[in-house]
Nanobody
Framework: QVQLAESGGGLVQAGGSLRLSCTVS????????MGWFRQAPGKEREFVGA????????SYGDSVKGRFTISKDNVKNTVYLQMNNLKPDDTAVYLC?????????????????WGQGTQVTVSA
């Protein structure tokens, strides 16, 4: 059973930074994609970014390009989301997810496994 566990959320002032982590357990395949999504109250789940575990290709949502960076540590089976220059609009629950295959899909319905989420709150 694949399990994902996020950590690193919290409260930060606008302009500040946070780094989220997502550790994946029970990895049995080598070709998969890790994605980050976020969901604010009353809003649709939004694609933040994704990384291919095989080759490290990344993709980002338009609202975070240039501010957020996804990276991975193959030894620790962990993916990171470095968030810089945070804005109040970035306030949401951030979730990591995994899907089999190398396509950097932006569609949350294509991801099979999800973490429990971690709250990020950015104050003005």
């Amino acid at each position: 059973q694949v399990q994902l566990a996020e950590s690193g959320g919290g409260l930060v002032q606008a302009g500040g930074s946070l780094r989220l982590s997502c550790t994946v357990s029970a990895v049995t395949v080598s070709t998969y994609t890790m994605g980050w999504f976020r969901q604010a109250p009353g809003k649709e789940r939004e694609f933040v970014g994704a990384i291919s575990w095989n080759d490290g290709r990344t993709s980002y949502g338009d609202s975070v390009k240039g501010r957020f960076t996804i990276s991975k540590d193959n030894v620790k089976n962990t993916v990171y989301l470095q968030m810089n220059n945070l804005k109040p609009d970035d306030t949401a629950v951030y979730l990591c997810a995994r899907r089999q295959g190398a396509a950097l899909s932006t569609l949350w319905v294509l991801y099979n496994y999800w973490g429990q989420g971690t709250q990020v709150t950015v104050s003005a």
